[in-house]
């Protein structure tokens, strides 16, 4: 059974950083592309990253609204994806959702975590 | 980047009453990675229809989707109340990947 368990959520300031992490399990998720959507409070959904497997030399592409802020990585050895979310926004105020791609389609979603960036 | 108009952004429809929600590419897209996702309020996405027109595991036959080009529809044949959700349409043909604004499913 694919599981993929997101952590790492809370409340911070504006500025500040935080980094979720997304366990799996129940696939091979070394030759697994993932990626993480996010869906601000009563809005709809956005795609965020996406990281690609050692077969595609892990390239990772991002949304325009955050790149160069936020950063997706893997880890193959403990079957776990990142993002690393620098110099938070208001806006970056979401339910982030870790998801498992087969072929650009999100086959699998986490249950989400909650980021709220407030002052 | 591809926009996708997502029609209409609500539905108000009785049970066993056909739905039809439409997905409009600003730019050619391969049906091969158009897809289809149900938000059931308070829950996570999931899919329901990928490459166009191919359901998901354990999706209903009541599901259905077609197009080809710039133009996608999502149909449901017989709406039933478990199918209150969102609807959303996800492109997967070029970068960055997109979604549809979402359509909202009610039932009177």
């Known amino acids: 059974e694919v599981q993929l368990v997101e952590t790492g959520g809370g409340l911070v300031r504006p500025g500040s950083s935080l980094k979720l992490s997304c366990a799996t399990s129940?696939?091979?998720?070394?030759?697994?592309?993932m990626n993480w959507v996010r869906q601000a409070p009563g809005k709809g959904l956005e795609w965020v990253a996406l990281?690609?497997?050692?077969?595609?030399?892990?390239?990772?592409n991002y949304a325009e609204s955050v790149k160069g802020r936020f950063t997706i990585s893997r880890d193959d050895s403990k079957s776990r994806v990142y993002l690393q979310m620098n110099t938070l926004r208001d806006q970056d105020t979401a339910t982030y959702y870790c998801?498992?791609?087969?072929?650009?389609?999100?086959?699998?979603w986490g249950q989400g975590v909650m980021v709220t960036v407030s002052s | 980047a591809i926009v996708l108009n997502q029609s209409p952004s609500s539905i108000v429809a009785s049970q066993g009453e056909k739905v039809t929600i439409t997905c409009r590419a600003s730019?050619?897209?391969?049906?091969?990675?158009l897809h289809w996702y149900q938000q059931k309020p308070g829950a996570f996405p999931k899919l329901v229809i990928y490459?166009?027109?191919y359901r998901a595991s354990g999706i209903p036959s009541r599901f259905s989707g077609s197009g080809s080009g710039t133009s996608y529809s999502f149909t449901i044949s017989r709406v039933e109340a478990e199918d209150v959700a969102t609807y959303y349409c996800q492109q997967g043909s070029s970068n960055p990947f997109t979604f549809g604004s979402g359509t909202k499913l009610e039932i009177k």
């Open positions: 730019s050619s897209i391969s049906s091969n990675y």
């Open positions: 129940g696939f091979t998720f070394s030759n697994t592309w």
């Open positions: 998801t498992k791609i087969t072929t650009t389609v999100f086959d699998y």
């Open positions: 490459s166009t027109s």
């Open positions: 990281i690609k497997d050692k077969y595609s030399n892990y390239e990772a």
